[in-house]
């Protein structure tokens, strides 16, 4: 690594860092402010909250520092002539923005890493410290189909992978041809386990003489292999997020029972590709840059480029919620513009490089 790629990589870093920390406390603190009247009296819960929100957070200021911080760091390097000596040590366009460009990748590859894990879930955390159901986690009235079977959940509590009240009604040919019924049920070794269930079976061919239902009691029964209580948490609920892996679980599982999966697909997409809308962004933001500070606006280039920035980030944003709420495909939404966006970026920055 040569000196001015350390250079350019220690300044890039250290102003990414001073607006990520600014974005974090101003989101999270005014946050903070308006709810504190209906946080819980426990400092540790709002010690909690504050954590979960900060994390939530992240998904949004991360991006965002990411491209304010290569902003700033572009309007000292002009500011301070730095561009220009830059140019005569015989650094190229490439050789500056190259390096910045890879560490936003990685620290991008980090963002997702922390959408696979529990942290994934820190808004729906933070809205139950809200709303005083922290220690109470439960979902009511759950129906849903897994291969020819209906399942009925009167009360699901994904903490404790426990479910109350459960009816699976077996169907064969648009015929329910038979009935399970227990109180409870429990998750275990990735399948779900009923537990003192009543077994009743319909005679397959009916005759009024001699047909009769078949009723037997069973200590336990599994169904819904691999379905994990957070899944069945998060699909029938319309405002849940979900964790990468889970949505990957997910997607597989209800792919097979011919379900709709474009929420799903859609919280994939945004996770794992949406974030890196940034580095067309960044590479536009230097090819307008100049390296004379003489005949440099820094004022409207700072103006333009975060309005810009915002701008973009907004309009993702909207077709995320498209996708989410079922009113656009999105592989339409977000994979076509994400796919146009790196295109016409490229152009611009071809035609902007030409111009130069």
């Known amino acids: 690594m040569s000196i001015i790629t350390k250079y350019i990589l220690r300044k890039y870093l250290v102003n990414f860092i001073i607006v990520l920390i600014s974005l974090e406390l101003f989101f999270v603190g005014m946050d903070f402010l308006q709810n504190l009247s209906k946080l819980p009296g426990s400092a540790n819960l709002q010690l909690l909250y504050l954590m979960y929100?900060?994390?939530?957070?992240?998904?949004?200021?991360?991006?965002?520092?990411?491209?304010?911080?290569?902003?700033?760091?572009?309007?000292?390097?002009?500011?301070?002539?730095?561009?220009i000596a830059f140019n005569s040590l015989g650094a190229t366009k490439v050789n500056i923005y190259l390096p910045v460009m890879i560490i936003s990748t990685l620290l991008l590859i980090i963002l997702i890493s922390i959408q696979m894990t529990p942290m994934a879930y820190s808004y729906e955390q933070k809205k139950k410290i809200l709303d005083g159901n922290y220690f109470t986690n439960t979902k009511s009235d759950i129906f849903l189909k897994y291969d020819d079977n209906f399942v009925y959940f009167k009360k699901l509590l994904p903490l404790k992978k426990q479910?109350?009240?459960?009816?699976?009604?077996?169907?064969?040919?648009?015929?329910?041809?038979?009935?399970?019924?227990?109180?409870?049920?429990y998750f275990q070794n990735n399948k779900?386990?009923?537990?003192?269930?009543?077994?009743?079976?319909?005679?397959?061919?009916?005759?009024?003489?001699?047909?009769?239902?078949?009723?037997?009691?069973?200590?336990?029964?599994?169904?819904?292999?691999?379905?994990?209580?957070?899944?069945?948490?998060?699909?029938?609920?319309?405002?849940?997020?979900?964790?990468?892996?889970?949505?990957?679980?997910?997607?597989s599982l209800l792919a097979k029972q011919d379900i709709s999966t474009d929420k799903i697909r859609a919280a994939i997409y945004y996770n794992i590709l949406i974030p890196f809308f940034i580095l067309p962004m960044m590479m536009l933001i230097f090819a307008f840059v100049s390296s004379n500070r003489r005949f440099f606006n820094m004022g409207s280039f700072t103006s333009f480029s975060i309005f810009s920035t915002l701008?973009?980030?907004?309009?993702?944003?909207?077709?995320?919620?498209?996708?989410?709420?079922?009113v656009m495909r999105p592989e339409f939404s977000l994979l076509i513009p994400m796919a146009l966006w790196y295109v016409v970026s490229?152009?611009?920055?071809k035609k902007r490089s030409r111009v130069l």
């Open 346 to 349: 490229y152009f611009i920055y």
């Open 311 to 326: 701008v973009v980030w907004g309009i993702f944003f909207m077709l995320h919620k498209f996708s989410n709420s079922g």
């Open 53 to 83: 929100n900060s994390f939530f957070t992240l998904t949004l200021t991360l991006p965002l520092s990411l491209v304010f911080g290569w902003i700033l760091t572009l309007v000292l390097f002009v500011r301070n002539n730095e561009l």
């Open 192 to 251: 779900w386990y009923v537990v003192d269930a009543k077994v009743v079976k319909k005679p397959k061919y009916m005759d009024f003489e001699n047909s009769k239902l078949e009723v037997r009691y069973e200590k336990f029964l599994n169904t819904l292999d691999g379905f994990k209580p957070k899944i069945l948490d998060n699909v029938y609920d319309d405002k849940s997020t979900f964790s990468i892996l889970d949505a990957i679980s997910a997607l």
């Open 163 to 185: 479910a109350e009240g459960i009816h699976i009604y077996k169907v064969k040919d648009e015929d329910i041809v038979e009935t399970i019924i227990a109180k409870k049920a």
